[in-house]
């Protein structure tokens, strides 16, 4: 593989995991609100989705950030009486997403951005060592 490949790559990856970090953090945002209508659907988590595609130019498969996916999961519930939400029995709906999943997706997501840099950093010194030994 040669360096512009690497380095294209690691970039890809490092796009994706920047689209996956928003997503997560707009997950974390929301997972205390309520519906903005009575009666109606809280926030819903968000999935992101990584998909593959293969870059004619470089002749090399990358990654790009797909279309976030819904997460089907139930809503929760919380009695809440007061809240303007509630249904009858006094409950409302709150949305489907769990701060400690998002934290360690995050954790995650903040890993392989991490190693794509890695990836670049050391493509980089390796070009500039090739460099120093064609100038010796």
């Keep these: 593989m040669d360096f512009s490949k690497s380095m294209a790559v690691a970039a890809s990856g490092l796009r994706a995991q920047t689209e996956r970090m928003k997503i997560i953090a707009e997950n974390i945002a929301n997972a205390n609100s309520t519906s903005p ?4 659907e809280p ?3 968000k999935i992101a989705t990584i998909s593959p595609s293969f870059d004619r130019e470089l002749q090399t498969n990358l990654v790009a950030a797909g279309k976030p996916l819904p997460d089907k999961s ?6 809440d009486p007061g809240n303007p939400n509630a249904d ?3 409950y409302i709906k709150l949305p ?6 998002e934290i360690m997706d995050m954790r ?4 392989s951005y991490e ?14 060592k090739t460099v120093d030994l064609l100038n010796k």
């Design 96 to 101: 489907n997403v769990d701060s400690l999943v």
């Design 43 to 45: 926030y819903r988590r």
């Design 74 to 79: 139930e809503f929760h519930s919380q009695y």
């Design 37 to 40: 209508t009575k009666g109606g």
């Design 115 to 128: 190693a794509d840099l890695n990836v670049m950093d050391s493509t980089k010194q390796m070009m500039a």
């Design 108 to 111: 995650e997501a903040q890993r």
């Design 88 to 90: 009858a029995q006094g």
